[in-house]
């Protein structure tokens, strides 16, 4: 099992709108990094993190599905819907996490890091850092390859490329780098099969 059983709750609810853009695989993906990421940071904390993860892209769901694909990525001809998807994921979040009772103060602190998840590119804190790592981390995956490949109707060696000159030198922690190092020359050597 991916989910920690006190993060099922939250799973259940998110995967409701998670039905668009392979976000319910991408997901899962991504929350599996970021467990792992905050492994080796100790200073982070898990409890904003991993809720965070759970509903950040949870707002595709309200973005019209024929502009989605053409809302993000190399050639994003609607940035402004990139910023709606982070906004409705806020809300989304905000109202669930309110029924499943965590405090405000855990409320504002999971909410800060979908909040420009995507339109902000620094780190503005450890666990943001860490959060936007292992989203990224999920297109170094077999999954992510595939998909992006799909998303793009490009090549398994266009998908490498991308990654490798204008992804890798997007990551924010020493082990977020070095995992999608790891992760991208094992595609490579996957590729040559
Ligand atoms: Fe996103
Ligand atoms: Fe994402």
Known sequence: MIFREQDLALWEVAKVH???RNN???????Y??????????PD????????????????WSKIPKEKILHAFGPNNKYPELTRQHELESVAIAQDALVKLGFSNEQITAIVALIDGHDTTKNS???????????????????HGNKIIGEWFEIS??????ILEDFVLPTFLT???KR???MMLEIAKINQQF
């Open 156 to 161: 398994q060696d266009e998908v490498l490329t």
């Open 174 to 176: 020493d082990e977020g």
């Open 18 to 20: 998670l039905n668009v």
């Open 32 to 41: 599996y990094l970021a467990k792992e990421l905050c492994q080796f940071y």
């Open 124 to 142: 503005r804190s450890l666990n943001d850092a860490i959060h936007k790592d292992a989203d990224k981390l999920w297109r170094y995956t077999p």
């Open 24 to 30: 319910d695989e991408h997901t899962q993906f991504s």
């Open 179 to 181: 995992l999608s190092n």
């Open 44 to 59: 982070a904390d898990i409890e904003v993190v991993l809720p965070a993860i759970i509903f950040h892209d949870t707002g």
